[in-house]
């Protein structure tokens, strides 16, 4: 699945480095108690890595069988990842009520563009590893 690059340079050392620092850092882990931390490890450790290893993956590797360029792969799995999202609406319906609809719509979109700098991601470094970094990363701040 090309889940690790094929060797790890100071770019990704520092990239880890990053996002570690980012995740130590953020100010959650002191302010909302045990539940904001342990929302703050599932979302940017837990999540990335599962959504990642399946869309980035397993996914990209099967659609890589259908289609041979590479442009229809990565564009594929980022409409697949931005419908994945709409399994999000259990959490959704409990904070929007009335605005579910729209909000359903949000998260498809949202999970696309996602998906799309991912995927980008994913087509230049052909591997799991910085796009688990990046999702991550971007999952610190978009909670």
């Known amino acids: 699945m090309n889940i690790f690059p094929p060797s790890f340079s100071r ?7 990053i996002v ?14 045990i539940e ?3 929302l703050l490890i599932y979302s940017s450790i837990v999540t990335p890595i599962f959504e990642e290893l399946i869309f980035r993956g397993y996914v ?3 659609i890589s069988v ?15 990842f931005g419908i994945w999202h709409l399994g999000y609406s259990d959490s959704l319906a409990f904070r929007v009520g009335e605005g579910l ?8 979109i ?8 991912l995927g980008l991601l994913r087509l230049r470094t052909k591997n799991c590893y910085s796009t688990i970094l990046l999702h991550g990363a971007m999952n610190i701040f978009g909670r």
Do not use: M
């Open 20 to 33: 570690g620092l980012l995740l130590v850092t953020t100010p959650a882990n002191y302010s909302g108690g």
């Open 36 to 38: 904001a931390i342990l």
């Open 66 to 80: 259908i289609f041979k360029r590479a442009v229809p792969v990565y564009l594929w799995s980022s409409v697949l």
């Open 11 to 17: 770019r990704y050392f520092f990239a880890t480095g």
């Open 110 to 117: 949202i999970g696309l563009c996602y998906g799309l700098v």
């Open 101 to 108: 609809p729209e909000a359903l719509i949000w998260t498809v």
């Open 60 to 62: 990209w590797n099967q």
